[in-house]
């Protein structure tokens, strides 16, 4: 089964809106987790890097107050896309390390259409 | 900073066949892991293979093998008796060692390979 879990997998809403995506470490404690957003036939482009229990380190042109990001737990990361527009829309994907084997998972990825 | 370059934005093999991916990375750093990640239409990232750079052997997964060459800071996939669901983009990505798990990926551009029946 999954080991990092992504919700929703796909939404769509109107412009102006906010959406939220969550990210979750379901077999381990992630004290890091890390957003990407990748445009289609593109690569995945880092936007942030979520921390627990203190601020996120978002990547040079990232606008921190539309993407905020939360990471209130060891197993929950948020990203919130505030007053969206169609040039929002994307996938997004979040990815987590297991801080005892090193090994990186990812999300499902979540598609969001901004109409 | 480093940088991850796949000069390859399209690839097409033969089902049977073997082919192989290319990647170059540029790093000032000694310790650092090396991954392909897989990602088919499903959009999910699927690790194929990970290299230590500290290890002069080359990973091998099943079908799936890497030429790591360290000083020429190199690192291709190579995929034997290609199936069609082979199919799908290809990342190459780098890691530095300090940090472990808690360090970013630093992804190529992708090189999008198609397995012909």
């Known amino acids: 089964g999954a080991v990092v879990s992504q919700h929703p997998s796909w939404v769509i809403c109107k412009s102006g809106t906010s959406v939220k995506i969550e990210c979750r470490s379901l077999?381990?404690?992630?004290?890091?987790m890390f957003w990407y957003r990748q445009f289609p036939k593109q690569s995945l482009m880092l936007m942030a890097t979520?921390?627990?229990?203190?601020?996120?380190?978002?990547e040079q042109g990232v606008e921190k107050d539309k993407f905020l990001i939360n990471h209130a737990s060891l197993t929950l990361s948020t990203l919130t896309v505030t007053s969206a527009h169609p040039e929002d829309s994307s996938f997004y994907i979040c990815s987590s390390g297991d801080p005892n084997t090193g090994e990186l998972f990812f999300g499902e990825g979540s598609r969001l259409t901004v109409l | 900073a480093q940088t991850v370059t796949q000069s390859q934005p399209e690839m097409s093999v033969q089902e049977a066949e073997t082919v192989t991916l290319s990647c170059t990375y540029d790093?000032?750093?000694?310790?650092?892991?090396l991954f392909w990640y897989k990602q088919p239409p499903s959009r999910q990232m699927i690790l194929v293979i990970r290299q230590e750079a500290y290890k002069q052997q080359n990973a091998t997964e099943n079908r799936f093998s890497v030429n790591f060459q360290k000083a020429a800071k190199s690192f291709s996939l190579k995929i034997s008796d290609s199936q069609l669901g082979d199919a799908a983009m290809y990342f190459c990505?780098?890691?530095?060692?300090?940090?472990?798990?808690?360090?970013?990926?630093?992804f190529g551009t992708g090189t999008l390979l198609a397995v012909q029946p």
């Open positions: 990505a780098y890691r530095t060692d300090y940090g472990g798990a808690t360090n970013k990926l630093i």
């Open positions: 790093t000032s750093e000694s310790d650092y892991y």
């Open positions: 077999d381990f404690q992630a004290t890091t």
């Open positions: 979520s921390n627990e229990g203190s601020k996120a380190t978002y």
